[in-house]
């Protein structure tokens, strides 16, 4: 079958080429997507490139133009036949069976993939799935390749899972602090995206995670320090680009503040113009110069910044007035998703695209009617509220970052690239050794760890078991005791979940019976939650408890109280955290690293438990 696929890509590969040189837009000879290191942005695109876009945007229809716009989600693992139940789903809600009819009705410039819509399922369906999607793109009247995007952060936040290499997450590295490392992962997963035909990564997150409360942002953040975070930005942007795809960094000016999810509210943002420059900027500034093709704005209100009090996507000021003059960016500009209520709760649905690109948006992402969000915009420029040549500024950006990726040149990925490239045992060995780097131990009472598998070798692996941020590993108590056998433990694994019950509880206790030492996987523990109930109840008898945090770091003020020995933050619960954070219990390596964030005290947040910077060692 892949011998199969790669004969017939090269064949629609060689007609693509043909097809972009007929429309006078072959790129130059060796610049190719791999190569393509550059920026986005308009000094950077020769005069005579542009001037073959500019004839190729002159050639458009205004349908075409504003399709380019859009980039929109699609149900199905293939973009001419998918299953039924997601045909189904797309008639639904698009109105149309499949990726390639929606391309061919609304011409969008780009389509966002999720595990949830079925387009993940494996390296080489994705890989056809992408080659499908360019086809129907190259069939379309201007003949214009896709944007392909998806929200690859990696961490809690991950739609590609394996086989594919899944690194640790933005605070897993912030933790690490090595920016060669933060460069290397962006590097590896960047070309894993390339060789599946996913061109547009929405990542790195450059907020600043300065709220501990924080809803949505939390470990997709690299910690605290504006200037920290900017350092691994711009390692991350420089990784991603280097391998030849687009890189995103948001939400700006900045979601690191908030304590409501804009997924379901409008957060509103109390910094002042100062501190906004302080705290929030510095991670956008740094993604700016490090060359990133593409800012995500966020649907968050900051009244310092635009005193109407508009969500930052729909805000020129923010939008036009800080991030295009002041900061100087000239490259494209996306949309949070505008499914999400953040952006819906002031103006209307078919408000939305024309406000966004008035205030200096690009691309309008994933609006819940395709049709409302599209007939919209063609009804806004033919009455003149918004100018064709306002439309050809941004179909320029984007047309510009298409030539830059070689999509014109290469649109086609092979079987054989995703075979040479996915999941490769070097990938998979270098997250391990990253992963290694970033393990934080914050208490280790009467030195337990490293724990001896001669004194302590039969364990009870019990706590929450969230589902898989990508589909595919876990769940962590099974991950977790499989790691402990692989190092010479007998681990035996118990999910007790994120609020435990009673029974859970006892079923736990009586499991410990017996046991040389327990290891509990911690969820966000809250001020009312049963896990802190569950630790306790394990202290009591007498075996040593480790708990170890999946997912934020500041379980342990919660925990405080609880009688357990030492504590671990591992900042996610993919499989190469959790045995990472297994080979530091185990002594296999030692822990090096270091918090992003500081820890504060739960009965109160004035006073600092462990300040940024703290880590034990063994």
């Given at each position: 079958?892949?011998h199969?696929?790669?004969?017939?890509?090269?064949?629609?590969?060689?007609?693509?080429?043909?097809?972009?040189?007929?429309?006078?837009?072959?790129t130059?000879?060796?610049?190719?997507?791999?190569?393509?290191?550059?920026?986005a942005?308009?000094?950077?695109?020769s005069?005579?490139?542009?001037?073959?876009?500019?004839?190729?945007?002159?050639?458009?229809?205004?349908?075409?133009k504003?399709?380019?716009?859009?980039?929109?989600?699609v149900?199905?693992?293939?973009?001419?036949?998918?299953?039924?139940?997601?045909?189904?789903?797309?008639?639904?809600?698009?109105?149309?069976?499949?990726?390639?009819?929606?391309?061919?009705?609304?011409?969008?410039?780009?389509?966002?993939?999720?595990?949830?819509?079925?387009n993940?399922?494996?390296?080489?369906?994705?890989?056809?799935?992408?080659?499908?999607?360019?086809?129907?793109?190259?069939?379309?009247?201007?003949?214009?390749?896709?944007?392909?995007?998806?929200?690859?952060?990696?961490?809690?936040?991950?739609?590609?899972?394996?086989?594919?290499?899944?690194?640790?997450?933005?605070?897993?590295?912030?933790?690490?602090?090595?920016?060669?490392?933060?460069?290397?992962?962006?590097?590896?997963?960047?070309?894993?995206?390339?060789?599946?035909?996913?061109?547009?990564?929405?990542?790195?997150?450059?907020?600043?995670?300065?709220?501990?409360?924080?809803?949505?942002?939390?470990?997709?953040?690299?910690?605290?320090?504006?200037?920290?975070?900017?350092?691994?930005?711009?390692?991350q942007?420089k990784g991603?680009?280097?391998?030849?795809?687009?890189?995103?960094?948001?939400?700006?000016?900045?979601?690191?503040?908030?304590?409501?999810?804009?997924?379901?509210?409008?957060?509103?943002?109390?910094?002042?113009?100062?501190?906004?420059?302080?705290?929030?900027?510095?991670?956008?500034?740094?993604?700016?110069a490090?060359?990133?093709?593409?800012?995500?704005?966020?649907?968050?209100?900051?009244?310092?910044?635009?005193?109407?009090?508009?969500?930052?996507?729909?805000?020129?000021?923010?939008?036009?007035?800080?991030?295009?003059?002041?900061?100087?960016?000239?490259?494209?500009?996306?949309?949070?998703?505008?499914?999400?209520?953040?952006?819906?709760?002031?103006?209307?649905?078919?408000?939305?695209?024309?406000?966004a690109?008035?205030?200096?948006?690009?691309?309008?992402?994933?609006?819940?009617?395709?049709?409302?969000?599209?007939?919209?915009?063609?009804?806004?420029?033919?009455s003149?509220?918004?100018?064709?040549?306002?439309?050809?500024?941004?179909?320029?950006?984007?047309?510009?970052?298409?030539?830059?990726?070689?999509?014109?040149?290469?649109?086609?990925?092979?079987?054989?690239?995703?075979?040479?490239?996915?999941?490769?045992?070097?990938?998979?060995?270098?997250?391990?050794?990253?992963?290694?780097?970033?393990?934080?131990?914050?208490?280790?009472?009467?030195?337990?760890?490293?724990?001896?598998?001669?004194?302590?070798?039969?364990?009870?692996?019990?706590?929450?078991?969230?589902?898989?941020?990508?589909?595919t590993?876990?769940?962590?108590?099974?991950?977790?005791?499989?790691?402990?056998?692989?190092?010479?433990?007998?681990?035996?694994?118990?999910?007790?979940?994120?609020?435990?019950?009673?029974?859970?509880?006892?079923?736990?206790?009586?499991?410990?019976?017996?046991?040389?030492?327990?290891?509990?996987?911690?969820?966000?523990?809250?001020?009312?939650?049963?896990?802190?109930?569950?630790?306790?109840a394990?202290?009591?008898?007498?075996?040593?408890v480790?708990?170890?945090?999946?997912?934020?770091?500041y379980?342990?003020?919660?925990?405080?109280?609880?009688?357990?020995?030492?504590?671990?933050?591992?900042?996610?619960?993919?499989?190469?955290?959790?045995?990472?954070?297994?080979?530091?219990?185990?002594?296999?390596?030692?822990?090096?690293?270091?918090?992003?964030?500081?820890?504060?005290?739960?009965?109160?947040?004035?006073?600092?438990?462990?300040?940024?910077?703290?880590?034990?060692?063994?």
């Amino acid at each position: 079958m892949h011998h199969r696929t790669s004969r017939r890509t090269l064949l629609t590969a060689t007609a693509a080429t043909a097809v972009a040189a007929a429309a006078g837009m072959a790129t130059a000879p060796g610049a190719s997507a791999a190569q393509g290191t550059g920026t986005a942005h308009s000094g950077h695109t020769s005069a005579a490139t542009t001037r073959r876009l500019k004839r190729l945007i002159s050639r458009m229809s205004l349908e075409e133009k504003v399709g380019q716009l859009f980039v929109m989600r699609v149900y199905g693992h293939s973009a001419t036949d998918p299953d039924q139940a997601d045909i189904d789903s797309n008639l639904a809600e698009i109105g149309v069976r499949t990726a390639a009819e929606m391309i061919a009705k609304y011409h969008v410039g780009g389509i966002i993939y999720f595990a949830w819509a079925h387009n993940t399922r494996d390296p080489h369906q994705i890989a056809e799935l992408s080659n499908g999607i360019q086809r129907a793109g190259l069939a379309g009247p201007s003949r214009i390749p896709l944007l392909i995007s998806t929200d690859q952060e990696h961490g809690i936040v991950c739609r590609v899972g394996e086989p594919a290499t899944l690194m640790p997450g933005a605070m897993a590295l912030g933790a690490g602090g090595s920016r060669s490392d933060a460069r290397r992962a962006g590097q590896i997963a960047g070309a894993e995206l390339a060789a599946l035909g996913i061109n547009q990564n929405y990542a790195p997150d450059a907020d600043v995670n300065v709220n501990p409360a924080n809803p949505v942002i939390g470990v997709r953040s690299f910690g605290s320090d504006p200037q920290s975070v900017a350092g691994m930005v711009a390692a991350q942007v420089k990784g991603y680009q280097s391998a030849g795809i687009a890189s995103t960094a948001k939400h700006f000016p900045g979601h690191g503040d908030t304590s409501t999810d804009s997924h379901t509210g409008l957060p509103v943002i109390g910094h002042t113009r100062e501190q906004w420059a302080e705290l929030d900027a510095p991670p956008f500034r740094a993604a700016v110069a490090a060359g990133i093709d593409s800012i995500m704005t966020a649907h968050i209100v900051v009244p310092a910044l635009d005193p109407a009090e508009d969500p930052a996507t729909l805000s020129k000021p923010i939008l036009t007035g800080i991030l295009r003059e002041e900061l100087g960016y000239d490259g494209v500009v996306v949309t949070d998703s505008l499914g999400m209520q953040g952006v819906r709760t002031k103006y209307g649905d078919e408000r939305v695209p024309v406000l966004a690109l008035q205030a200096g948006v690009d691309q309008l992402l994933n609006p819940p009617s395709l049709d409302v969000s599209w007939n919209a915009l063609l009804a806004a420029v033919k009455s003149g509220e918004v100018s064709e040549a306002r439309l050809d500024e941004s179909i320029l950006r984007i047309l510009r970052l298409k030539t830059k990726l070689g999509l014109f040149d290469r649109p086609f990925v092979s079987g054989h690239g995703v075979d040479r490239t996915v999941g490769t045992r070097a990938h998979l060995a270098a997250a391990d050794r990253i992963a290694e780097r970033t393990t934080t131990l914050l208490a280790n009472e009467g030195r337990l760890l490293p724990l001896s598998r001669r004194s302590h070798r039969n364990l009870l692996v019990v706590g929450a078991d969230p589902a898989s941020p990508s589909g595919t590993t876990g769940p962590p108590t099974k991950t977790l005791a499989e790691a402990f056998d692989e190092l010479g433990f007998a681990a035996t694994a118990l999910s007790t979940g994120t609020a435990p019950t009673k029974a859970a509880i006892d079923a736990a206790v009586a499991a410990a019976r017996g046991k040389d030492a327990v290891v509990v996987g911690t969820y966000n523990v809250s001020a009312t939650s049963s896990q802190r109930t569950l630790v306790s109840a394990l202290a009591a008898t007498g075996v040593p408890v480790i708990t170890v945090a999946i997912r934020n770091p500041y379980d342990i003020a919660r925990l405080a109280d609880t009688g357990h020995r030492a504590h671990l933050a591992a900042y996610s619960w993919t499989d190469v955290e959790l045995r990472a954070a297994a080979r530091v219990i185990a002594g296999r390596v030692r822990p090096e690293g270091k918090l992003p964030v500081p820890v504060q005290r739960a009965d109160d947040p004035s006073q600092v438990l462990y300040p940024v910077g703290y880590g034990l060692k063994y």
